[in-house]
């Protein structure tokens, strides 16, 4: 679970523009911001994926389980999770439309590496496999929060107790970023609220359907806070999403390590 906390820390300064993506703009490089951008959300998606098999490797673990049978589960299997469990992780990935992410995860599939993938695709996965994996994160803490203290003794308890706590406000943290990106913008950099590749205009176009039905915002937060409906319909208004765009790119480090 830690592993998952310590990736959590990385895909939330992910979230935030690079000095290279800076570099490339003041330069006028738009194939060079365009890479840099791409490669911010490569390293989400490896970030996310890390989330995801160590939230999973969590799961299936049971209180009692000695350190030799933990070491003998595989992070990617999904065999050793209950009914229960099992029924609710996949609900966060059909939600998050990636209802084949633990295929991908058995398979050993890097989430996002294929480098032929067009920024207009990458940037939507990456945005769809971060959401999976902040919820699934919160799941898996709240999992370890339910084992009796007793079954961990009294300093693992705190440790576990720190770790949980320090997954829970960082995944809310990163929640409430990725709910102010517009899955339906115009343009992938639009989305996650940074300025177009220089000499690209404005990037006005069609707004597509990236979450195919309909939705502008990922409504991660009200999906942490057990809202599952406000997070299908949730639509932040659009004074607060303009003026996220406006300075997203001059923010950095909102996303803190606990």
Do not use: F
């Not at 673990?61 to 049978?69: L, M, N």
């Not at 695709?121 to 999992?143: C, D, G, Q, Y």
């Amino acid at each position: 679970m830690d592993s998952a906390r310590r990736a959590l820390v990385l895909l939330g300064a992910l979230l935030y523009p690079l000095s290279d993506e800076r570099a490339a703009l003041e330069s006028s490089d738009a194939e060079g911001y365009g890479g840099a951008v791409a490669a911010r959300m490569r390293g989400a998606c490896t970030q996310s994926q890390a989330i995801l098999e160590n939230a999973l490797k969590s799961l299936v673990h049971e209180a009692g389980d000695t350190k030799s049978r933990r070491s003998r589960r595989k992070a990617r299997s999904s065999a050793g999770l209950s009914e229960g469990v099992r029924e609710e992780v996949d609900r966060i990935l059909a939600d998050c439309d990636i209802p084949d992410a633990l295929d991908w995860l058995r398979n050993g599939t890097s989430i996002g590496r294929d480098p032929e993938i067009p920024l207009e695709s990458l940037v939507p996965l990456a945005a769809r496999v971060a959401a999976a994996a902040v919820r699934l994160s919160v799941v898996a803490a709240a999992r370890i929060d339910s084992i009796p203290a007793a079954a961990n003794g009294g300093d693992a308890a705190e440790r576990a107790a720190a770790v949980t706590g320090g997954t829970v406000r960082t995944a809310q943290r990163i929640a409430r970023v990725l709910d102010e990106w517009d899955m339906l913008a115009a343009s992938p950099t639009a989305i996650i609220g940074c300025p177009p590749p220089p000499g690209s205009g404005d990037g006005a176009g069609p707004t597509p359907d990236r979450l195919g039905d309909g939705r502008r915002c990922l409504g991660v937060t009200a999906a942490l806070a057990g809202g599952e409906a406000a997070a299908q319909g949730e639509t932040p208004g659009g004074t607060l999403r303009r003026t996220r765009t406006g300075t997203v790119w001059s923010a950095g480090g909102a996303v803190q390590r606990d």
